[in-house]
């Protein structure tokens, strides 16, 4: 017969193996297109933390912190945006994956927070995994020269060339997730103990994530993935000059995002020569009008503009059907639209000023807690942490793919990990 404590240990380890399963299955390609299957899997995790708290003595919540009251406030903005919809049905199953999403958070953080620090750096040295597996599929595609699987170019002034999307079917969604994991690839070796061997392992597996976001195509990745080189850079040379005791920690990671900004001017100038079409897709990015992507970008924008000032108050509603149908009243073209193309035009539309307000603080007290955490105890992932945000969230302010499962629900993970950081 099983001891208490060896039950406690199965029940734990069967909930971490399924929070494992939900990660690993948001970048199989039978799950990219679905739209209840990830909820499905999300579901029968609950089913396992309940069994934890029931009836594993060893399992804690946590305390409740600041982080939780924001999320629970947006809970119920979201709430009161879905009663009032008028697209009340379609709000509905908005609402119900916004639940989704807030219920993996609390089941990460509770999961997280139930262990010493096992469960959060396996999470992530598991998501890495995951992101070099999908990047080493999406080099080979770009090797193999796969066929787009919509139409992403404007091909009146561009060349049509392979954009990889891995298994995830879209280049701007792989480009998303992998900003998101790239961080904390570069920064985790340098907090967590491992021999050189593994390190080696981390910094390949970083640049094979950087390889494979060149080859999305991605002009949104592209911007993200240079702000968070740029604030990496910048906080590596501060703190290096008023943290000595942690000078070595702090010069190898200067040394690295100094060896990534060589290997992105080397990729630039052989992709300048080599493969010119990639200068294309950079050359756009500033373009307003003369690119159609952008035309559209922009029609989309002046749209939400319009249909935020006259629903401020409380929203249209959550859901990207409810986005679409209240869009049809509002689009400048005959193209419809399921989200915003910006974070923060979409939650101001689906929830609301309060809604916008209260994300605006959630990433507030996020940055805040994020510095404190680098600053007093020298936490390489509260930096790895800070700079996936700031990455994603440039590429959130031009594309819609923050939404998605494959990068919102990593999102709460990050979140998630923050209190853990702060009880060390």
Not at 77 to 88: A, E, G, N, P, R
Not at 116 to 129: G, H, Q, R, V
Not at 239 to 255: G, P, R
Request: aromatic share 18%; charged share 10%.
């Amino acid at each position: 017969m099983l001891s208490k404590l060896s039950k406690n240990k199965i029940l734990f380890y069967v909930l971490l193996s399924s929070l494992s399963i939900l990660l690993g299955s948001l970048y199989l390609p039978q799950f990219s297109s679905a739209r209840f299957g990830i909820g499905y899997i999300i579901l029968i995790c609950f089913v396992f933390f309940l069994a934890n708290i029931i009836f594993n003595k060893n399992f804690k919540s946590g305390r409740f912190d600041f982080i939780d009251l924001i999320i629970l406030t947006f809970i119920l903005i979201l709430c009161i945006s879905t009663f009032s919809s008028y697209f009340f049905k379609e709000s509905v199953i908005g609402f119900a994956k916004y639940i989704l999403m807030f219920l993996a958070y609390f089941m990460f953080k509770t999961t997280i927070n139930s262990s010493s620090d096992f469960a959060y750096k396996y999470l992530w040295i598991f998501l890495i995994f995951c992101a070099t597996v999908v990047s080493v599929i999406g080099i080979y595609q770009y090797i193999c020269g796969v066929e787009p699987l919509a139409t992403w170019e404007d091909p009146l002034i561009e060349n049509i060339h392979t954009r990889v999307y891995s298994t995830l079917g879209n280049p701007n969604l792989l480009a998303g997730f992998l900003l998101l994991v790239l961080p904390l690839s570069i920064t985790i070796p340098l907090e967590i103990k491992m021999n050189r061997f593994y390190k080696i392992l981390f910094l390949i597996s970083s640049l094979t994530m950087l390889l494979c976001i060149i080859f999305t195509g991605s002009r949104g990745g592209y911007l993200g993935l240079i702000s968070l080189f740029l604030f990496g850079f910048f906080i590596s040379i501060y703190y290096l000059n008023y943290k000595k005791h942690v000078f070595k920690s702090l010069k190898n990671l200067l040394y690295i995002f100094t060896l990534i900004g060589i290997v992105l001017l080397a990729l630039y100038l052989v992709l300048t020569f080599v493969f010119p079409m990639f200068t294309e897709r950079l050359s756009t990015i500033f373009t307003l009008r003369e690119h159609s992507s952008n035309s559209y970008r922009l029609n989309v924008w002046i749209s939400c503009l319009q249909m935020f000032k006259e629903n401020w108050l409380i929203g249209v509603g959550p859901g990207n059907e409810t986005f679409r149908l209240t869009y049809g009243l509002y689009m400048k073209s005959g193209f419809e639209s399921l989200g915003a193309y910006n974070i923060f035009l979409e939650f101001g539309i689906e929830a609301g000023i309060m809604g916008l307000l209260i994300f605006c603080l959630l990433l507030l007290v996020l940055f805040l807690k994020l510095h404190y955490l680098f600053w007093t105890k020298n936490s390489f992932i509260a930096l790895g942490i800070f700079l996936s945000l700031i990455g994603i969230i440039t590429h959130g302010m031009v594309d819609t793919v923050f939404f998605r499962p494959q990068i919102f629900i990593p999102f709460w993970l990050l979140l998630a990990s923050i209190g853990k950081l702060e009880s060390r």
